[in-house]
């Protein structure tokens, strides 16, 4: 999905903190691996337990130039 997305003049962002960065500059798979017990919790545990990491499964695909959030990219 992301080289056809990526192919068609789109550009991918994770929020991988508090801010969203380019997919180009981030490692999903490893960050994935990494966090992926955190997907084991429960909601609630999850949501009451300070996090200790972050499990990101998602990523948001704009028009090349867009910017979460703006209309221009860096």
Same mark, same amino acid.
């Given at each position: 999905?992301?080289?056809? %997305?990526? !192919?068609?003049?789109? /550009?991918?962002?994770? @929020?991988?903190? =508090?801010?969203?960065?380019?997919? +180009?500059?981030?490692? %999903?798979? !490893?960050?994935?691996? /990494?966090?992926?017990? @955190?997907?084991? =919790?429960?909601?609630?545990?999850? +949501?009451?337990?300070?996090?200790? !990491?972050?499990?990101?499964?998602?990523?948001?695909?704009?028009?090349?130039?867009?910017?979460?959030?703006?209309?221009?990219?860096?």
């Amino acid at each position: 999905m992301v080289a056809l %997305l990526t !192919g068609q003049s789109y /550009r991918g962002w994770v @929020l991988a903190a =508090r801010s969203w960065m380019p997919l +180009a500059d981030f490692d %999903l798979a !490893g960050h994935q691996s /990494r966090t992926e017990h @955190l997907v084991h =919790r429960g909601l609630l545990r999850r +949501a009451l337990i300070p996090r200790d !990491g972050r499990y990101i499964n998602s990523v948001l695909f704009l028009p090349d130039g867009r910017v979460p959030g703006g209309t221009a990219a860096p």
